[in-house]
C-alpha cells in the first residue's frame, strides 16, 4: 500500500539548513493501523505531510498505492491527493460559515462525483460519525468533537486508500478523543488503512503499529507492545 | 468540475464571508465612483469656462475708424469719423464679401442716464437688431431693439443689469419703466443677461438703444463708432479680415493699406486664449484622469490583495482536498471578476450622482462622458482582476502545506 524508501527532507532558510528528515524507509501494509509518534521536532509531521502528498521530499521514493508521487505533477498530485488519501488535520480544517454537508462535499465536487450523488455520499458519512442530526449545523457552530468528526467524514467520502490523521485529538477533550479514536478502530476493522500522528502514549494504544521517530530517523517499529529498534 | 459549477462555487464563497465581500466591492465602488466623479466634474469645469470665454465672441471682428500711423500725431482712436453707415450696409451686401454671417453697425458714448430719483453714467450704444447676435447677448426679460424700432426712431432702451439696479434697485423688474437719456425718454422693453466683466469691458453697463436714436436724436451725429463683425467660423477670420480691409480701402479710395483709415481688430487674442485654455484644460483633466485612476486604483489592489491573500490557508486547504491550480486560479478569476462587475455597476450609478449633487451644488453643467466611465470601469476591473489573480495564483503555486501554515 505505501512504501518509501530513503526519504529525506531538508529545509532551507536563508543559508541554514534544517534537516526534518533523514533517510527514512518503511512500508504499511493495507488494513494496518498505525501510529507515528515522536517528541515536538522530531520530523513526525513533515514525514505525515509527505504521506500526504501535501509536501515533497527533499530525496527519497515514495510510492502510494502502486503509484510513485514523488515523480508526479502538480495536477496529478492533486488527484492523489484527492482519490487516495483523507487527510485529518489537528486544527479540523473545516471551511468556516458553510454546514457540515457542503464541507464534506467539497472533495466530490473536486473529484467529479456527479451532483445527485454527492449529498446522498456526504449524509452516509457525517452519520457514520454520528453527526446524522447536524448536517446542517454551520461548521462553526460545532464543538471542536463535532468539527473533528465532520473532519473525518470529509477524508472518508471519496472511499481512500488511505486515511492519514495528524494529531486528530490534539486539540479536544479527551471525553471527545476516545470517541474520535472509537470512529477510528470502527474504521481499521472496517478494512481502512489508517497513519496516525500523536505524542500522547495513551491514543498511540488504539492503533496496532506504533513507529517512534527521533530527530529525523525511525527509532523504534513494531506492533504495539513489541517494538523493534531499528539501527540507521 | 465544469464552468457552471465553478460559478455556483464562486458565488457561494462570495455570500459566504459577506463582510469581506462587501469591503472588497466598497474598495471598488469608491474607486470607480471617484474617478467618475473627478473626470466628470473636470469636463464641467473645462466646458464652463471654455464656453464662457467663447461667449465673448470668439468669431467676432471689430472695424474701428482712425489709423494709428496718420502723420506726425496719431489721433485717438474712435475720434475720427471716417466710418459710416454706408461703409457698414457695404460690408453686408457686397459680392466680394464672402466670409461674413452679421455686421453689426455701433455708435456708442458714455452719457448721464436718470429716472425719478436715481442717476448714474453710463454706455449708451446705438445698435441695429443683429448686435445681440454678433456679441451673444442674451435677455432674461423683454425684448431686443427690432426692425420696427429703427424705421419707427421708437425711444426705447435695453438696459444692462447694472444699470438696472442702479436705477430701479436690486431684483427690480425693469422692463415698462422709462428713465431720461439726455433730454429723451425712453422706454425700457429688454433687460439683458448678466455677462461679467469690469471697467470699459463691463457689459452689464451699458444701455442699449435703436441705431438712428442714438445718432440722430441722442448725440447727433452720422457716423459710427465701430462696426462688428461676425464671421461665419473661427477659421475665417483672417480671411475675413482681408476682405473687409480691401473693400473699406477702395470705398474710401485708398490704394496703401499704409494709409488705412480704419483698423480691424480681429479676436484672436480670444482665439489664442480660448485655445491655450482648452489646451490647459485637456492636460488638467488627464492629470485628473490619471490620479484619480492611481488612487482608485491602489484602493482596488490593496483590497484585492487583502482579502485574497488572507484566504491563501484556504487555498492551502483546497488544494489538499483535491483542487488543482487550474480550478482554484478559475475559481478567483471569477470571484474577482464578478466583485469588479457588480462593484463597477454600483460604482458608475455612485460615481454620476455624486457628479450630479456636485455639479448642481457648485452650478457646473453636469457632464458624463461614456469614455470617463468606460477609462473607470475598464482600468479599475483591469486592477482588480488582476490583484484578485495574483495572489490566488501564488498562492496555488505553494506546496498545500505551505498554503496551510500562512500565517
Known sequence: ?232 | MDFSELIIESIGTLTVNKLRTGLAALGIVIGIASVIALISLGQAASESVTSQIQSLGANLLTVMPGSPRSGAVRGAIGGVTTLTNEDAQAIAESPQITTIKNVSPEFSRRIQVTTGGNNTNTQVIGVVPVYSQVHKITLTTGSFITQRDIDSLSRVAVVGPQVASTLFGEGVDPVGQTMRIGSQTFTIIGLTTSKGGSGFQNQDDIVYVPLPVAQKVIFGVNYLASIGLEAKSADLMVDAQNEVGYLLLSRHNLSDPGSADFMIFSQQDILNTVSSATGTFTALLSGIAAISLLVGGIGIMNIMLVTVTERTREIGLRKALGATKRILVAQFLIEASMLTIVGGFIGMILGIFISYILSSFISLPFIISIQSILLAIVVSSAIGILFGWYPARKASNLQPIEALRYE
Request: zero cysteines; charged letters at 25%.
Open chain 1, 1 to 232: 500500500m505505501i512504501k518509501i524508501s530513503h526519504i529525506s527532507k531538508v529545509y532551507k532558510m536563508d543559508s541554514v539548513e534544517t534537516v526534518a528528515l533523514s533517510n527514512i524507509s518503511f512500508e504499511i501494509k493495507k488494513g494496518e493501523f498505525v501510529a507515528i509518534m515522536g517528541p515536538s521536532g522530531s520530523g513526525k509531521s513533515t514525514l505525515m505531510h509527505i504521506l500526504g502528498a501535501l509536501d515533497l521530499p527533499t530525496q527519497g521514493e515514495y510510492i502510494l498505492d502502486g503509484e510513485n508521487v514523488s515523480r508526479l505533477s502538480d495536477d496529478d498530485l492533486a488527484g492523489i491527493r484527492n482519490r487516495k488519501i483523507g487527510f485529518v488535520f489537528q486544527a479540523y480544517n473545516l471551511l468556516p460559515r458553510i454546514t457540515a454537508l457542503k464541507n464534506v462535499m467539497l472533495p466530490m465536487v473536486y473529484g467529479g462525483v456527479p451532483k445527485k450523488e454527492r449529498e446522498g455520499q456526504a449524509q452516509k458519512y457525517l452519520e457514520m460519525v454520528g453527526l446524522g442530526n447536524r448536517l446542517h449545523h454551520m461548521s462553526n457552530q460545532l464543538s471542536g468533537g463535532q468539527q473533528q468528526r465532520v473532519a473525518i467524514a470529509r477524508a472518508l467520502v471519496m472511499n481512500p486508500a488511505i486515511v492519514l490523521a495528524d494529531e486528530p485529538t490534539g486539540n479536544i477533550a479527551s471525553i471527545q478523543a476516545e470517541e474520535i479514536m472509537g470512529i477510528f478502530q470502527k474504521l481499521n476493522k472496517e478494512g481502512h488503512t489508517i497513519v496516525m500522528i500523536t505524542h500522547e502514549h495513551d491514543i498511540a494504544q488504539h492503533a496496532k503499529r506504533i513507529i517512534h521517530i527521533r530527530d529525523g530517523k525511525i527509532v523504534t517499529d513494531g506492533k504495539n507492545g513489541k517494538q523493534k529498534k531499528i539501527k540507521n
